[in-house]
């Protein structure tokens, strides 16, 4: 037998062990380990029934007022679980169940992981979407009506611009700024102007709103990040809409790994409550920051084929200049 026919046979041997290996991984994960709820009750291809009861996120939007501090608990907004989040739940569900395609993603993920980032891949292949919040919660926060509009926003590494669109159909120019290349290319197909991350907060444009979505605790200087949004802002009238992961835990990407960021930001306490007291009434005051409005939102992202969805615990803040 020829040698290149022996590397077909060898790679076609590889490939059916890994599509092997990682039905089984889908089976493991999909049934008893798996913890949530709703990713439990997905009936996979290849059969078995769970028998989780009880809705998704019940606990997702969970505050106790009584246990923020007193500057804090007049300015929490209550959330709840609503269509838009229910809808992007139900849109998760069906991509992981996509057996083939999760197929090629896994095995693409597992080529190129080692020299690409995981965003970027995600990129290449369209998938990843995150969820921050609905259109309706975004109003509430903002306290703003459906019709409202303001003239300019900047959403800070805006992704695929899922969430950028959410809120920058009240603007009547969006900005972003994104570090992974294919995520530029979403950005562009969807008309937003790109700013290079050095650059935004140089261009002497001021914005009635920055967003800055769960990133903080993956930015290497955070503070400086900070006083850079508080300088960008419209005087009086511009808001910083910020979330930020809870527990925070700040890493930074560095060459493919995990580093602790040159500004470390010791956020006190141990429950969801204590630590947005904490930012609220130290970190960002010390930057010149203070609550408008804060809520508990899960930070959601698309599944692969192991979960249906991701799920992370947030804080969602409205921040004012001080005067």
């Known amino acids: 037998m020829c040698h290149p026919q ?6 076609v041997a590889w490939l059916l062990f890994y599509v092997s290996f990682l039905l089984g991984m889908r089976r493991m994960w999909t ?3 798996v913890r949530s709820p709703l990713a439990r009750a997905l009936i996979m291809n290849m059969g078995s029934e769970t028998d989780s009861p009880g809705s998704p996120g019940s606990e ?11 500057q804090v608990r007049s300015q929490f907004i209550q959330s709840h679980l609503d269509e838009d989040t229910q809808a992007f739940l139900r849109r998760s569900m069906e991509k992981s169940g996509w057996l083939f395609t999760q197929l090629y993603h896994s095995l693409f993920s597992t080529i190129f992981s080692p020299i690409v980032s995981r965003t970027s891949i995600n990129g290449f292949l369209g998938r990843g979407s995150m969820f921050v919040f609905s259109k309706e919660q975004f109003q509430r926060l903002l306290r703003i009506e459906p019709e409202w ?15 950028t669109e959410v809120m920058g159909r009240h603007f009547h120019e969006v900005f972003a700024t994104e570090v992974s290349t294919p995520m530029k290319w979403h950005l562009q197909r969807k008309n937003y102007s790109l700013l290079g991350i050095d650059e935004w907060h140089r261009t002497g444009f001021q914005y009635d709103l920055i967003s800055c979505l769960n990133l903080l605790d993956r930015c290497d200087e955070p503070l400086q990040l900070l006083q850079d949004i508080r300088r960008s802002l419209v005087p009086h009238t511009g808001r910083l809409v910020l979330a930020a992961v809870l527990p ?40 010149g920051l203070e609550v408008e409005a804060v809520t508990r939102l899960p930070y959601l992202c698309e599944g692969d ?6 799920m992370l615990d947030d804080a969602v803040f409205v921040l004012k200049p001080q005067e």
């Open 149 to 163: 509009k303001g003239q300019r926003m900047l959403d800070l590494g805006a992704g695929d611009g899922g969430v």
């Open 31 to 33: 049934g008893k380990y």
């Open 6 to 11: 022996m590397r077909t046979l060898i790679f």
């Open 305 to 310: 084929m192991y979960k249906d969805y991701y």
């Open 60 to 70: 997702w939007y969970r505050c106790s007022p009584e246990m923020l501090g007193e």
């Open 248 to 287: 925070f835990q700040p890493y930074v990407e560095t060459g493919g790994a995990w580093v602790r960021p040159k500004e470390h930001i010791k956020v006190q306490g141990k429950t969801w409550e204590e630590q947005v007291t904490h930012l609220s009434t130290d970190v960002f005051l010390k930057v």
